[in-house]
């Protein structure tokens, strides 16, 4: 019993130990950000490899998202003659939970678990130890260019995930099912509206986009510089950033689409 | 060793959390000279050039270097401090996302206002002398380990530094390559008028090399001297690691129960 105290008491004071560590070193983060808009040219190196590189599985798994919920929408909608509604259904799953949500998991899984390889590799090289003994500080030369340019990458992936997963929902209620096109659009423009739903969802997704960056440079930087140490990093940051865009969707959902502000 | 010293050590003691690591050490490095820190595998002598490089703190004692106690210096302090040093990682540590020119370039283009064209011509001549102009285009992943160690050297020599300092520069290099390296070392402290430490195990390729040795047992400086002095020390240590014997102070079998008793003969018997 009391051996499992002594665990339990260890596991708790680590896990708040890490938590008052990843604290520090956000707050150091941003406090050395400059770099990485002073270089802007650092920052797009790392928007190409987090947000371009991640282009093909974010628009292949848009368009079929929006296809599928259109057959499913249409399934549901026939039976209570709302076939039309169809553009409202798939525009508003798709902007205000499933683009942010789906794209932010893919982008975890695609370009977070690759900044944490990167960054963990580099530290397991001493290449870190070499920049830091050239005088160049490793999270101001290093982490925060790709820090940022996951951040701002996100939003940008989530909007093109829903835009492509709109176009698919037109593709099968319309060309393929024959669902009007003219009350598909026009149903869809009337009802999605810019404040509520559109920033919104690009809310959800920047905070997602901070989220899955951060979580993903500080597993890397904190990696044991071994392969076990690294893999384990990776592990970690997928696993880590799928449960925290989860939680915070619930989170960000209860306080833009309830009470007052839902439509 | 009438030199002035670039890096003195007095009283040091450190220590990993609570476990001891280096005990008592006093060490003074001339300028302009060659000096190794030798000693086993886990004696403590990475762990003091770190603290030379000022990338760890003492527990206790002292560590002046470049005329700075480096645990007086808050972080400006150490890195302009760093940027009057180079040095050369185990095994090379080169930015694996950057071509070798841009490698060498690094540090020209973090601390200087430099135009491309300057340093470009300065990368070529750190690259012509530790003779790999020709891969200035090549990735690290092209290059063997020897050349990879060379192209860690010039961009540690990158901004003309006043202490070099190398980690086990000549670990898991060829015959060919190891020479090649030994007498870079040699030759670039020379040129540039630049001290070197380098800390390393391999004695037959150091002692021609250098102009004083210190050797390391346990976290304390066992013996010192010049290569000359060393092979006459009579510390039985010294003697053993220098002749690489595989026995003596350093035992060759690690401390065990009796033989027979492992083998279940001592009962029989």
């Given at each position: 019993m009391?051996?499992?105290?002594?665990?339990?008491g260890?596991?708790?004071?680590?896990?708040?130990?890490?938590?008052?560590?990843a604290?520090?070193?956000?707050g150091?983060l941003?406090?050395?950000?400059?770099t990485?808009?002073?270089?802007?040219?650092l920052?797009l190196?790392e928007?190409?490899?987090?947000?371009?590189?991640?282009?093909?599985?974010?628009?292949?798994?848009?368009?079929?998202?929006?296809?599928?919920?259109?057959?499913?929408?249409?399934?549901t909608?026939q039976?209570y003659g709302?076939?039309?509604?169809?553009?409202?259904l798939v525009a508003?799953?798709l902007?205000?939970?499933l683009?942010p949500v789906?794209?932010?998991l893919?982008?975890a899984?695609?370009?977070?678990?690759?900044i944490?390889?990167?960054?963990?590799?580099?530290?397991?090289?001493?290449?870190?130890?070499?920049m830091?003994?050239m005088?160049?500080?490793?999270?101001?030369?290093?982490?925060a260019?790709?820090?940022w340019g996951?951040?701002i990458s996100m939003?940008?992936?989530?909007?093109?995930?829903s835009a492509?997963g709109?176009?698919?929902?037109?593709?099968?209620?319309?060309?393929?099912?024959g669902?009007?096109e003219?009350?598909?659009?026009?149903?869809?423009?009337?009802?999605?509206?810019?404040r509520?739903?559109?920033?919104?969802?690009?809310?959800?997704?920047?905070v997602?986009?901070?989220a899955v960056?951060?979580?993903a440079?500080?597993?890397?930087?904190?990696a044991?510089?071994?392969?076990?140490?690294?893999s384990g990093?990776?592990?970690?940051?997928?696993?880590t950033?799928?449960l925290?865009?989860?939680?915070l969707?619930?989170?960000?959902?209860?306080?833009?689409?309830?009470?007052?502000?839902?439509? | 060793?009438?030199a002035?010293?670039?890096a003195?050590i007095?009283?040091?003691?450190?220590?990993?959390?609570?476990?001891?690591?280096?005990?008592?050490?006093?060490?003074?490095i001339?300028?302009?000279?060659?000096v190794?820190?030798m000693?086993?595998?886990?004696?403590g002598k990475?762990t003091?050039?770190?603290?030379?490089?000022?990338?760890?703190?003492?527990?206790?004692?002292?560590?002046?270097?470049l005329?700075?106690?480096t645990?007086?210096l808050d972080?400006?302090?150490?890195?302009a401090?760093?940027?009057?040093m180079?040095?050369?990682?185990?095994?090379?540590?080169?930015?694996?996302?950057?071509?070798?020119?841009?490698n060498?370039?690094?540090q020209?283009?973090?601390?200087?206002?430099?135009?491309e064209?300057?340093?470009?011509?300065l990368?070529m001549?750190?690259?012509e002398a530790?003779?790999l102009?020709?891969?200035?285009?090549?990735?690290?992943?092209?290059?063997?380990?020897?050349?990879?160690?060379?192209?860690?050297?010039?961009?540690?020599?990158?901004?003309?530094?006043?202490?070099?300092?190398?980690d086990e520069?000549?670990?898991g290099?060829?015959?060919?390559?190891?020479?090649?390296?030994?007498?870079?070392?040699?030759?670039l402290?020379d040129?540039?008028?630049?001290t070197?430490?380098?800390v390393?195990h391999?004695?037959a390729e150091?002692l021609?090399?250098?102009?004083?040795?210190y050797?390391?047992?346990?976290?304390r400086?066992?013996?010192?001297?010049?290569?000359?002095?060393?092979?006459?020390?009579?510390?039985?240590?010294?003697?053993?690691?220098?002749?690489g014997?595989?026995?003596?102070?350093?035992?060759f079998?690690?401390?065990?129960?009796?033989?027979a008793?492992?083998?279940?003969?001592a009962?029989?018997?």
């Amino acid at each position: 019993m009391r051996a499992a105290l002594t665990h339990l008491g260890a596991a708790v004071t680590a896990g708040v130990w890490r938590l008052g560590y990843a604290t520090r070193f956000f707050g150091y983060l941003l406090w050395h950000s400059g770099t990485a808009f002073r270089r802007f040219r650092l920052t797009l190196r790392e928007i190409y490899f987090a947000g371009v590189l991640s282009l093909i599985i974010i628009l292949v798994s848009g368009l079929f998202v929006g296809m599928v919920l259109a057959l499913q929408g249409y399934e549901t909608l026939q039976r209570y003659g709302s076939s039309e509604a169809l553009g409202i259904l798939v525009a508003l799953s798709l902007v205000r939970e499933l683009g942010p949500v789906v794209a932010g998991l893919l982008f975890a899984s695609r370009a977070g678990s690759a900044i944490t390889a990167e960054i963990g590799l580099m530290k397991a090289t001493e290449q870190l130890s070499a920049m830091e003994m050239m005088a160049v500080d490793p999270v101001a030369r290093v982490v925060a260019p790709r820090f940022w340019g996951g951040v701002i990458s996100m939003p940008l992936l989530a909007a093109l995930f829903s835009a492509m997963g709109i176009f698919g929902g037109y593709l099968v209620g319309v060309v393929l099912i024959g669902v009007d096109e003219g009350a598909f659009w026009s149903q869809m423009q009337a009802a999605v509206d810019v404040r509520n739903d559109i920033l919104n969802g690009v809310i959800k997704s920047a905070v997602f986009g901070v989220a899955v960056t951060f979580i993903a440079v500080f597993e890397g930087y904190d990696a044991p510089p071994t392969a076990e140490g690294v893999s384990g990093a990776t592990t970690r940051t997928v696993v880590t950033s799928s449960l925290a865009i989860l939680a915070l969707d619930f989170v960000l959902t209860a306080l833009m689409f309830t009470g007052g502000n839902a439509k | 060793m009438a030199a002035p010293a670039i890096a003195e050590i007095e009283d040091l003691t450190f220590a990993y959390d609570r476990r001891p690591v280096l005990h008592a050490i006093r060490l003074a490095i001339p300028r302009g000279k060659v000096v190794a820190i030798m000693g086993q595998s886990g004696c403590g002598k990475t762990t003091l050039l770190r603290i030379i490089a000022a990338a760890l703190m003492p527990s206790s004692g002292r560590a002046r270097v470049l005329g700075q106690l480096t645990s007086e210096l808050d972080r400006d302090g150490l890195y302009a401090l760093r940027r009057r040093m180079g040095m050369l990682f185990q095994f090379g540590a080169l930015f694996t996302d950057m071509s070798v020119y841009d490698n060498v370039a690094f540090q020209m283009r973090e601390h200087t206002d430099l135009s491309e064209d300057t340093i470009r011509d300065l990368v070529m001549m750190k690259l012509e002398a530790v003779g790999l102009r020709g891969a200035a285009e090549l990735m690290p992943g092209e290059l063997s380990g020897g050349m990879a160690r060379r192209v860690a050297l010039a961009r540690a020599i990158a901004l003309d530094p006043q202490l070099i300092l190398y980690d086990e520069p000549f670990t898991g290099l060829d015959p060919i390559a190891l020479g090649v390296v030994a007498r870079l070392v040699r030759q670039l402290n020379d040129s540039l008028g630049a001290t070197s430490i380098i800390v390393t195990h391999d004695v037959a390729e150091t002692l021609p090399l250098v102009d004083y040795v210190y050797f390391m047992a346990d976290g304390r400086v066992v013996a010192q001297g010049t290569p000359a002095d060393v092979h006459r020390s009579g510390v039985a240590f010294v003697e053993q690691f220098v002749r690489g014997e595989i026995d003596g102070p350093v035992p060759f079998h690690y401390p065990a129960a009796g033989y027979a008793a492992d083998l279940g003969l001592a009962q029989a018997a």
